[in-house]
């Protein structure tokens, strides 16, 4: 037993010293590269990762093969390469610098004292609200685009519509999206308890696996949750269903129960897969 302990021993010894600074920054760069990653896994930049994996297969054979004119091409285009990934993606790049910089990570590694609420009553009210409008036009197939702000400021898409700054209730709602009125048009968009503009304009998606059977509303709402980490509640104008788009996905509500459990869990910052719950909670209703 003693020699085994001597030969660890004198194994480890050859290793190099780890110190808490040594794990620390081991720490911080696993951190940056999950990041990172998640990112990529959230964005466009997948895509383009994996077509990124090609060219370099591809390089990698040429340079077995002794492809030289191939190579020489690869390398003097690498040098614009940078470049055109800047401008490719720029809007996912801007999207990543403002999230670096927003109250929500700041107030993780506690640079701010996040603001907290006591009127929960309120919040749950609110999400009542909208739940009963929602469903009161889904019943008379009138199309309504509502986009609830969390974290990620909405203040540009607010400049493209008419300020309102109204309590949320059923009926405010019902009567913005009431056909042939002028604020029908557009999104409303919702802060906290308040009603901030209707009539505005969404980045539509450019996601090409879109079905093609969704409508304006939809890829609008699909738009905006690819470019915020804000919830969109869209209803048809054509079959009166009720759908959910957040972070790139939709997901079709049965009922205002379905809406108030989203709502609330986002605004408790529930950090919870609540497309995967509700189709579960939705089964066990049934």
């Known amino acids: ?26 720490l911080i760069i696993a951190v940056i590269v999950y990041e990172i990653l998640q990112w990529i896994m959230d964005s466009k930049a997948w895509t383009l990762l994996k077509g990124i994996g090609v060219i370099l297969a591809f390089t990698f054979i040429s340079y077995i093969f002794h492809l030289n004119t191939i190579l020489w091409l690869l390398e003097r285009g690498s040098t614009m390469v940078v470049i055109v990934l800047v401008v490719i993606f720029q809007p996912e790049l801007r999207r990543a610098l403002e999230q670096l910089g927003s109250q929500k990570l700041l107030t993780k590694i506690g640079f701010t004292n996040q603001k907290q609420t006591d009127n929960n009553g309120m919040f749950k009210e609110t999400a009542s609200q909208i739940a009963k409008a929602v469903f009161s036009m889904a019943k008379v197939k009138t199309g309504a685009l509502i986009v609830i702000e969390q974290d990620e400021p909405l203040k540009d898409f607010v400049k493209t519509g008419i300020l309102i700054n109204g309590i949320v209730s059923s009926g405010l709602l019902i009567n913005i999206f009431e056909k042939n009125t002028p604020l029908h048009d557009g999104a409303v968009i919702i802060r906290g308890n308040t009603v901030l503009a209707a009539t505005c304009y969404l980045p539509l998606s450019e996601n090409l696996n879109i079905s093609k059977d969704l409508g304006t509303r939809h890829r609008a709402a699909l738009g905006m949750s690819e470019v915020s980490d804000s919830i969109t509640i869209i209803v048809s104008e054509e079959t009166g269903r009720v759908s959910v788009a957040y972070r790139g996905k939709l997901q079709t509500v049965p009922d205002e129960n379905g809406i108030e459990k989203i709502l609330i869990n986002r605004i408790n910052k529930h950090e919870v897969s609540w497309f995967g719950k509700l189709r579960k909670e939705s089964a066990a209703d049934k």
């Open 1 to 26: 037993m003693a020699d085994i302990l001597a030969y660890v021993k004198s194994y480890t010894s050859l290793l190099p010293r780890f110190s808490f600074t040594n794990f620390l920054e081991v």
